[in-house]
């Protein structure tokens, strides 16, 4: 009398969800990412070079499709590789949620300055010899829209060595 396997109803169900996982897990690293923009700065004594990029991952997978903006620092000479230096999140994929602006203020102080609906998910403070200052720009009150509704705009960030124009 052959031996009954009570194993197997539960082992193809199994398999079945491997199998379905498996997939989901190789589509949604095919996914990839796509960048939505970048940009770089040189420093002034063009041994550095910042590059910031905002790119969207995993897109078309709806719960998990998130936009990042990140900025590297890199020496020029050798560029035997790159440091993040700044990550932010949460942005929508439109281009002035995602931008940010980078001025070498001197040879070692990069100032990074963002805009839009982001948070910060990561913020180094020096890299090498490089001092790095973040910078969000200030939300101006304006005047009463006819709802009632105070209305504001963002003021832009202030001259290198400046003060903000009133």
């Known amino acids: 009398m052959p031996k009954r396997r009570e194993s197997c109803g539960r082992a193809v169900p199994a398999a079945v969800l491997t199998v379905v996982v498996?997939?989901?897990?190789?589509?949604?690293?095919?996914?990839?990412?796509?960048?939505?923009?970048?940009?770089?700065?040189?420093?002034?004594?063009?041994?550095?070079?910042?590059?910031?990029?905002?790119?969207?991952?995993?897109?078309?997978?709806?719960?998990?499709?998130?936009?990042?903006?990140?900025?590297?620092?890199?020496?020029?000479?050798?560029?035997?590789?790159?440091?993040?230096?700044?990550?932010?999140?949460?942005?929508?994929?439109?281009?002035?949620?995602?931008?940010?602006?980078?001025?070498?203020?001197?040879?070692?102080?990069?100032v990074l300055t963002y805009t839009g609906n982001q948070a910060i998910t990561f913020e180094a403070v020096k890299c090498g010899e490089v001092v790095i200052s973040v910078r969000v720009p200030t939300v101006q009150p304006t005047s009463d829209g006819p709802d009632g509704i105070q209305r504001g705009k963002v003021a832009p960030p202030p001259p290198p060595g400046g003060s903000p124009s009133p």
Request: charge should be negative.
């Open 22 to 110: 498996g997939m989901c897990v190789v589509s949604g690293g095919c996914a990839g990412y796509r960048t939505l923009w970048s940009s770089e700065s040189r420093s002034p004594d063009s041994k550095e070079v910042a590059r910031a990029e905002s790119i969207v991952t995993n897109e078309g997978l709806s719960i998990v499709t998130s936009i990042q903006t990140n900025v590297f620092l890199s020496s020029v000479p050798g560029s035997s590789g790159r440091m993040m230096i700044l990550q932010l999140a949460d942005a929508t994929d439109a281009p002035e949620d995602t931008h940010v602006q980078m001025n070498w203020e001197t040879p070692t102080h990069l």
